[in-house]
């Protein structure tokens, strides 16, 4: 039968109590494999449609995990032929998991977004009367919207200062900025200790700027620093 | 660090984009990449635009659509070839 995969802990944890559900109900257990143990379950599809309900679930069985040892999460909808064939799919990279774990042992991820407030701030409709007219409404646009990223980057550098001369960071990551994006966003690898101290950090660095948002959200699974492919 | 302070915090509307966001698109792959893509919307890019209510309504509706083959938009996961 196929088996799902969640995460890998550490081996030696606590297994998944024998309540714990899965994807689908199915049971979560733990499978032993070259010195590391994986959290899945049985499913009988050789692929999984994403859900919010499942998500959910897979978030919450790493989670359950978490709450063990540091895990290195899987993404949603990881599926392997059987039990011997995942086994054989971690001992063939034992040693990046492995590194993966110790990496972010102790830690939890912390999500920090900074919204462009006033982003959406250009002028209204593009006028028509005029193609210069036009061409000045773009201008503007694309002023605006460049003065407001500026301001941004400069909160995010700000905020990653912050977080790094307080010493409430392991290490930090920056997502990609999309053409056009509503917000900025970084995945802070966080000591679970310092969970709290962080959060007063990152917005105490934003307080100042009345003009940008900052959310935080958290703690999560490692996701963002266990994105190591096949 | 207690169980307790595993509980997710943060705003609400930030709370499910992000889980979304790590869960379908980050975390550890079997093989190649899994990209995800439910009603032409790309979750790596759910804003903060789209509440909650938003983006399950496009999920349910995705999950409808398909139910009325064939479409070959919604939801579309890519999974390792060979499984």
Known sequence: ???????IIPAGCDPPAASRRGVDAAPVRALDAAGVSAWVSDTPNAS????????RVHD????DAMARATPVPARFGQVLADDAALAQWIDERRESLVESLARVRGCVEMSVRILLAGHDAAPGQAPRESGSAYLRWVRERQQTRQSVTD?????RRGVARAVEEAGVVREVRWATVAPGARS????????????????????SAVERDHRMKVMVSGPWAPYTFCAAGS | MSDDDLELL????LVLGDLLNHVLDKGIVISGDVTIAVADI???????????????????????RTRTPPHANVPVLHHPSGL
């Open chain 1, 151 to 155: 301001q941004a980057e400069f909160l």
């Open chain 2, 42 to 64: 790309d979750l790596i890019r759910v804003g903060l635009g789209i509440y909650i209510t938003a983006i399950q309504s496009e999920l349910d509706h995705a999950a409808a």
């Open chain 2, 10 to 13: 943060g705003d609400d509307r």
């Open chain 1, 48 to 55: 999984m449609s994403p859900s919010v309900a499942r998500a």
């Open chain 1, 1 to 7: 039968m196929p088996t799902y995969l969640y995460c």
């Open chain 1, 184 to 203: 900025l966003e970084a995945a802070h690898l966080v000591p679970r200790d310092l969970v709290a101290r962080h959060r007063e950090v990152v917005r």
């Open chain 1, 60 to 63: 919450d069985v790493v989670r």
